[in-house]
């Protein structure tokens, strides 16, 4: 096996492991029952789907046609830094909202309970 075939293969294998994380995610998108659990497959899974398929078409360009692309190292850092914060975001808006997370106990609202007490006997 030379290695143009060895990196294609290892291609092949990075793009199809980046196929299976996004159709898991894409199903778990699709099962779970709330906002939060949603929004931990759409971002987890799909973050790494992406990052392997975007990570794998990088490696082919750079040792089969010798080329860097500059886009797609952007695109990776994009997606690396863009989804997991953008999940965060919308759960805590989905809290902030009232948006009860389903058959989990909610500890976050005694501690912003005790944290707005303190709050306002300081302003006080």
């Not at 046609?65 to 997991?84: K, N």
């Not at 919308?90 to 609202?109: H, N």
């Amino acid at each position: 096996m030379t290695g143009r075939e060895t990196i294609e293969s290892i291609v092949v294998v990075m793009v199809l492991i980046g196929t299976v994380l996004s159709l898991l995610s894409s199903l778990g998108f699709l099962r779970f029952p709330d906002v939060y659990t949603r929004s931990h497959a759409a971002t987890k899974s799909i973050t790494l789907g992406i990052l392997f398929i975007l990570l794998a078409t990088f490696l082919y360009f750079l040792f089969v046609h010798d080329q860097v692309s500059v886009r797609l190292l952007l695109g990776i850092i994009f997606v690396f830094l863009t989804a997991p914060v953008t999940g965060h975001l919308i759960a805590r808006s989905a809290y902030r909202y009232g948006v009860k997370p389903s058959g989990a106990q909610d500890e976050l609202a005694a501690d912003l309970e005790k944290a707005k007490k303190r709050a306002s006997a300081s302003d006080k």
